[in-house]
């Protein structure tokens, strides 16, 4: 149980659940398969797959969840095929022009004849509450799958009062300041060899590096052409590996040899216990990571953000 990606969302007033009300609020929401005339549906589903029944995992306060979605996957050039032929007999048969409206009728008609037959591609997004920390964590590779999960969660608590954390200073504006040397780099962070460089001109460029010595003479050239660091490999307490991106957003996530020594001392037959091993060291990390991240990175506006008395 280890993510992959991580899209953080603070927070905005002080918001506690117990396991228990969680749970009961999901099952509300949780997963049924399509029916036959629908195209997607989505739905809560046991974070633990076949190991679990439980539509919340957690341990240590954090609450583990698993939003599945269902898509009917209707190939764009089969519909439009025999569109064209049904299309085609109405013309033939009837001496007559078919039109946009009524093709789009006859498409329609097409779509809800093939679903029933239609194959289906699901899809798991994972994420974590955790109130003590005021953070919820998908792992999600981009902002729409995460604020896709965060809104169907929002859905079946009726209220969720999060965003996206706001940094005192324009992320872009600190990684670049790290590779130029103007921003002293964090004593618990390390330079990866990849990084993602864009001019910020209105049809600016875009320069992808990757296995170079990212504060060498190659980099230092774009950087003093005005180029800013839009995504940057870190390495963060020698311990976890990322790429950070200029929304905050973290992709790759790699972790390192001391978690998973940590996780072979569990017993390897007990997949639920494996499980759980892994989710509590995994959510341990990154509540060192997240606010240790967002402190290097100029430190967290928290001027929208409601404390508890």
Avoid at 34 to 61: M, Y
Avoid at 89 to 99: D, G, M, N, P, Y
Avoid at 207 to 225: E, F, M, N, S
Wanted: proline letters at 5%; glycine letters at 8%; a negative charge.
């Amino acid at each position: 149980m280890w993510f992959r990606n991580a899209r953080v969302f603070r927070f905005t007033k002080p918001f506690d659940i117990s396991a228990e009300a969680l749970e009961e609020k999901l099952q509300q929401e949780a997963f049924k398969p399509c029916g036959p005339q629908e195209t997607a549906r989505q739905g809560w589903v046991p974070p633990l797959g076949k190991h679990g029944e439980q539509l919340v995992h957690s341990a240590n306060g954090y609450h583990l969840v698993a939003l599945r979605k269902e898509e009917k996957l209707l190939p764009g050039s089969v519909v439009k095929e025999l569109v064209a032929e049904k299309v085609e007999a109405i013309e033939q048969e009837q001496h007559r022009k078919v039109r946009k409206k009524e093709k789009d009728e006859i498409k329609e008609q097409v779509l809800l004849e093939m679903l029933p037959q239609a194959f289906s591609k699901n899809r798991r997004s994972y994420a974590y509450l955790a109130p003590e920390d005021g953070l919820l964590v998908v792992d999600a590779g981009s902002a729409k799958q995460a604020e896709d999960l965060a809104s169907h969660l929002r859905k079946a608590l009726g209220s969720l009062p999060v965003r996206p954390p706001v940094v005192e200073q324009a992320p872009a504006f600190t990684l670049t300041g790290w590779l130029a040397q103007t921003i002293d780099l964090p004593s618990s962070v390390t330079l990866g060899t990849e990084c993602e460089l864009k001019d910020p001109g209105e049809d600016g460029g875009v320069v992808r590096c990757k296995g170079l010595d990212l504060q060498g003479d190659d980099i230092r050239t774009h950087l003093d052409a005005g180029m800013q660091v839009t995504k940057l490999a870190l390495t963060w307490d020698d311990n976890v590996s990322f790429v950070l991106d200029e929304e905050l957003g973290i992709r790759r996530l790699k972790f390192g040899e001391t978690l998973q020594e940590k996780l072979d001392g569990v017993d390897a037959d007990d997949a639920a216990a494996r499980f759980d091993a892994a989710f509590a060291l995994m959510t341990l990390e990154l509540s060192r990571l997240v606010p240790g991240l967002l402190e290097a990175l100029g430190g967290e506006d928290r001027s929208a953000i409601v404390d508890a008395a």
